[in-house]
């Protein structure tokens, strides 16, 4: 591995599975060499080199050489609100929950146009128990963002909260947003059966699956739907 990262024509996509080697072999020291390496030669944008490098210390690094190497990666990169998104992620998966919050804030203090600073933090908030918390963050990312996903994310939580009436509104908002989004069309469904409006979750169901759209699962749920009307003729 070594000789092929110091040929003087190696190639980007050597270095980084260099980096998944001394990652996953814990070499601490290698593995900020690579880094680096990759930060001043990357023919991307730097926001996408920090996520890109995030993901594999995520992915490749026990706790204790994640730890120490996307400290040093933040260290050098004070500035970029990636690299604190990156490490953000990294205490989510180790279960910091309160060092991943610190980190999500600070992408968002840092850049507060990008909305995965503000995606990370109401999903920390959801992990720590603090759902109400969660669903202030994502209503005021999807009222200054207007995304889709954002749209997507406040609606399912407000489900999974059981706020079935409030998250069936915000799937039939992002709906006239965008008719051929399969998944909130989806999602609508079961939460009109939550709400006991089997005709319109029926419609719902029968639409999707014209398209041929979560075909199986439509299909379960039409099948449930027609059970449910014998028993009641």
Known sequence: MDILIKDENSTLQSHYLAL??????????KSKDQIKWLLVKSDIPLRNALLAIG?????????????EVIDELVATNSEEAAAYLSRSQIML??????????????????????????????????????????????????EQFKTAELMMGYAQLLAKDGQYQAAKEGFLRLIVEEPNHVEAQFA????????????????SF?????????KSKTAFYLGQISYRDKEYQ
Do not use: H
């Not at 059966?193 to 319109?200: C, D, F, I, R």
């Not at 029968?206 to 979560?214: G, S």
């Open 188 to 203: 609508l469904g079961l939460v009109y059966l939550k709400l006991e409006e089997v005709e319109q979750a029926k419609e």
């Open 93 to 142: 998966n180790s279960g910091d929950f309160d060092s991943a919050e610190k980190d999500a804030r600070k992408t968002m203090q840092l850049d507060s146009t990008w909305q995965t600073g503000y995606a990370m933090l109401a999903q920390i908030l959801e992990k720590k128990g603090e759902t109400k918390k969660a669903l202030v963050v994502l209503k005021e990312a999807r």
């Open 206 to 214: 029968e639409n999707l699956y014209e398209k041929n759209a979560f």
């Open 55 to 67: 993901d594999l210390i995520s992915r490749n690094a026990n706790e204790e050489v994640a730890q």
């Open 20 to 29: 998944t080697v001394y990652l996953r072999a814990a070499g601490i020291e």
